[in-house]
């Protein structure tokens, strides 16, 4: 079921109006949020993709690799950006997230290599890399939808908590907690690159529709904050409640704190 969440300025007006879309599971949540992929690309055959990787994702794509391959989908003119790679490793390293999108997606489905793009991770010059990043999307069109998962810190992409948000794509030094999260995907912890190359918060906002999924009650308390909240780059994602085309999809044990604290949002949802 779907909701909308608006939030009224001093003089009335609402200020965006985020639709929530609540799922019973992981299952229910990767099928509604695979099924918007889906829409766009019916839509639009050469639809740019913003994607991410992460837990959240796998069962969303799960989803579009087996509705390719009932031929009710065709990838052929579709791109991808995605919104992250660690600094350092290889596409060949299976901890890199372009390891991650060829395993998980991009090798089981009809879309073109040379249409995908992941940020560089062994680029010299990061802040080149990122100008790069940036101005290849640009020539894209501009991202149709973009894909986003949420950090336990808040960070979107590797957006972490700061002092200011960072507009462009750009080198970051990841947050302790980020780097104990994603330590489950290393031999240890010790083994975490430290640095990523990450859209910018400009970058991902410049998305024309942005798809948030979110799932489990590790969720619940920055699901909240992040579209309940101040607005704040301590809370990377809060800047998501200035896009004017955003939709949260997420099972109830994520959406538990916004019911308990907003329950208005949540009506019909
Ligand atoms: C991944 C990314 C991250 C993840 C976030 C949530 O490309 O950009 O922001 O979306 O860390 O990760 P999971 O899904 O593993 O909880």
Redesign the pocket.
Known sequence: MAASARVPTADGKDVFSMRIISASNYEGMSRKAASLLAAQVVFKRDSVLG???????LGIYRCLIDWYQQGILDFSAVHSV???EYCGLSPEHDQS?AYYMDSNFFRHINIQKENTHIPDGLAEDPDGEGARYDALIRSLGGTDIQL?????TG?????EPAPQFVKPTHRVELNRK?IE??ARFFASEADVPRYAV?MGIGSIMAAKKILL??N?E??AEILYEAFFGPITPQVPASILQLHPDVTVVADEAALQVIGEKAPEAMKGC
């Open positions: 994607l991410a990787t992460g837990s959240t994702p995605n919104l992250d997230y986003l998962g949420i950090g336990h960070h979107i992409g590797f957006n980020t999260a994603n990450t999924a979110a489990g590790g969720k």
